[in-house]
C-alpha cells in the first residue's frame, strides 16, 4: 500500500479512513478484472458454441452425393426366390431381402438383389457395374478385343476403389445396370459412365458405415 506523503500528520482514526478507503477500491479493482475476465470467457464460449453450430449446420447442409431413394422398407424373407414388391431403383437401394448378406469384396459374379441388400441395410456400399450398358440383353456376338481391353481396365480400376474399404464395401457386375457404373448405399444411388475415383470415394466416405435397422 502505498502511504500519502502527509501519513505521520494524520490522525489514528484518518489513517483507518485512509487504508479502509485504499482496500475498498482494491477490493473493486479486483472484482472488476474478475469480471473482465469472466465475460470474457462467456463470450469466447458463446462465439466457440456459435462458430461450432454454424459449421455443424453448413455440414449438414451440403448436398449429399448422388440421388435419394425412398425407402421401401427392410422386411425380410427366407430366400431370395421368395416372392415380393419390386424394387424402386436398379441396383435396389432399400426393400425385401434375406437375412444372410453377401461377402465383402470383390465379386466375380452378380450378387442377387436379395442378398445385397442386407449388405447396404448394414451400412455397406455397392460398387457395381456393366460394361455394356447400351448393349441389347439378346445380343448374342462376342465382344470384340477392344471392347474387352475397356471392360478390363475398368474392372481394374473399380478394384482400386475397392480394395481401399476391406470392410463395409462390396463390388460386383450388374448386368441389367443402365449405366456402366453405379454406387449404391441405403436409400442413395449415384450411376455414372465414366471412371472417377474422386466421385466414388465422396459417396463411400457419405454413407459407409450407417447402420439402417
Known amino acids: 500500500m502505498e502511504l500519502p506523503d502527509n501519513w505521520n500528520q494524520l490522525s489514528k482514526h484518518e489513517r483507518k479512513e485512509y487504508k479502509r478507503n485504499y ?3 482494491q477490493q473493486q479493482k479486483q472484482y472488476t478484472t474478475s469480471n473482465y475476465k469472466k465475460y470474457g470467457l462467456y463470450a469466447f464460449i458463446g462465439l466457440v458454441v456459435i462458430g461450432g453450430g454454424y459449421l455443424l449446420i453448413k455440414e449438414l447442409s451440403k448436398p449429399q452425393p448422388g440421388e435419394f431413394v425412398a425407402s421401401l422398407g427392410n422386411k425380410h424373407i427366407e430366400n431370395i426366390t421368395d416372392a415380393h414388391d419390386p424394387y424402386n431403383s436398379i441396383p435396389p437401394t432399400s426393400g425385401t431381402h434375406v437375412g444372410g448378406k453377401a461377402k465383402w469384396g470383390k465379386s466375380d459374379s452378380p450378387i442377387p438383389d436379395e442378398l445385397q441388400l442386407h449388405n447396404l441395410e448394414d451400412g455397406g456400399v455397392g460398387i457395381q457395374y456393366n460394361c455394356s450398358p447400351e448393349g441389347n440383353a439378346t445380343d448374342t ?11 478390363r ?3 481394374e480400376r473399380l478394384t482400386e476403389v475397392a480394395k481401399k474399404y476391406p470392410d463395409k464395401v462390396f463390388m460386383a457386375p450388374y448386368p441389367k445396370l443402365d449405366a456402366k457404373i453405379a454406387m449404391t448405399a441405403w436409400a442413395r444411388i449415384d450411376k455414372f459412365n465414366d471412371f472417377d475415383a474422386d466421385r466414388m470415394h465422396t459417396f463411400i466416405k457419405a454413407f459407409k458405415g450407417i447402420d439402417h435397422h
Open 141 to 151: 456376338a462376342s465382344p470384340s478385343a477392344e471392347v474387352e481391353g475397356e471392360c
Open 153 to 155: 481396365q475398368l474392372v
Open 23 to 25: 482496500y475498498r477500491v
